[in-house]
Nanobody, 123 residues
Framework: VQLQASGGGLVQAGESLRLSCAASGRTFSTYYMAWFRQAPGKEREFVSTNSKNGQNTYYRNSVKGRFTVSRDNAKNTVYLQMNSLKPEDTAVYYC?????????????????WGQGTQVTVSS
């Protein structure tokens, strides 16, 4: 599966952005879809993941209540709505896909990656 992320940009603290990740292929609904982020000099970290049918969602603690992940299986697209953005959210955001539930909270558990989209939050 090929993934294409978009929607990043430069915003001020407190503002919102919506990231999108479009997937190719006809098996989108068989994948967990996740968002990770990586700031300069730091390890890639889990942000959020979405179960195959979209009913179960998971978030890292620092984004709970501010970020919302969703998916539209008919459009082969996963979204990350980011509200109340903070400077510490600044990073390159990546979407990722895996068919396995074995390790959905760590980047090594994912087989397919998008190219990344830059999110910069100024204070």
């Amino acid at each position: 599966v090929q993934l294409q992320a978009s929607g990043g940009g430069l915003v001020q603290a407190g503002e919102s952005l919506r990231l999108s990740c479009a997937a190719s292929g006809r098996t989108f609904s068989t994948y967990y879809m996740a968002w990770f982020r990586q700031a300069p000099g730091k390890e890639r970290e889990f942000v959020s993941t979405n179960s195959k049918n979209g009913q179960n969602t998971y978030y890292r603690n620092s984004v709970k209540g501010r970020f919302t992940v969703s998916r539209d299986n008919a459009k082969n697209t996963v979204y990350l709505q980011m509200n109340s953005l903070k400077p510490e959210d600044t990073a390159v955001y990546y979407c990722a896909a895996t068919a396995s539930s074995a390790d959905i909270f760590y980047y090594t558990g994912y087989d397919y990656w998008g190219q990344g989209t830059q999110v910069t939050v100024s204070s």
